[in-house]
């Protein structure tokens, strides 16, 4: 294995496989054979500029790294946080509903393209206290996740329902023995 393979293992061991097309620059993949590498079926393009190695081992939950890389940046900073129903389901050890995925954002955070299906986008200011790690997430701690959120009507929150943007096959549901998952549904989501 060479060593730029072995830093991109390193990387996405902490990312539940996941990684940016940037990443994959600043270790050394030129941009011009990232497509070279998709065609090969080395990697699965997730989104535009994402990426998984197609060896690497499917997370549980893939769709809530998804809406949390959805919220990154241009430098790959992630600036959402799993919140409410979603941290609370990690917090009390069930399965995230995929339909109804809180995230938390700041206030002034941006993004032209649609959220991932199922998305339920809240913009507040979380104290630096009120974040925390659960599985590899960044998600609220679990006195935070236990309130209620706010309206969904509101201005603060949106939701995208996936009947609109994605269909059921991609809805959480873990793929069978030996069959990777197909993003296509999520990348037609509008994460594209």
Not at 56 to 78: C, F, N, V
Not at 167 to 175: I, K, L, T, V
Request: glycine residues 8%.
């Amino acid at each position: 294995m060479r060593a730029r393979e072995r830093k991109l293992c390193e990387l996405i061991s902490h990312q539940h496989g996941f990684f940016t097309a940037r990443q994959a620059i600043e270790l050394g993949y030129c941009d011009s054979i990232h497509s070279y590498h998709v065609r090969c079926g080395n990697w699965v393009r997730v989104a535009r500029g994402l990426y998984r190695l197609r060896n690497w081992p499917e997370t549980q939950w893939p769709y809530l790294d998804i809406a949390l890389w959805w919220t990154a940046d241009r430098r790959g900073t992630i600036h959402g946080v799993l919140s409410y129903g979603t941290a609370l389901a990690l917090w009390e050890g069930a399965r995230p509903d995929p339909h109804r995925l809180h995230v938390t954002v700041p206030p002034g955070f941006r993004r032209n393209s649609r959220p991932p299906a199922g998305m339920v986008l809240h913009r507040e200011i979380l104290p630096p206290a009120s974040v925390t790690r659960l599985q590899g997430y960044p998600v609220v701690t679990r006195e935070l996740a236990q309130m209620r959120p706010p309206q969904e009507n509101s201005s603060r929150a949106r939701r995208t329902h996936p009947a609109e943007t994605a269909s059921d096959r991609y809805a959480g549901q873990p793929a069978a023995p030996g069959q990777s998952e197909d993003y296509s549904a999520i990348i037609q989501a509008g994460l594209d």
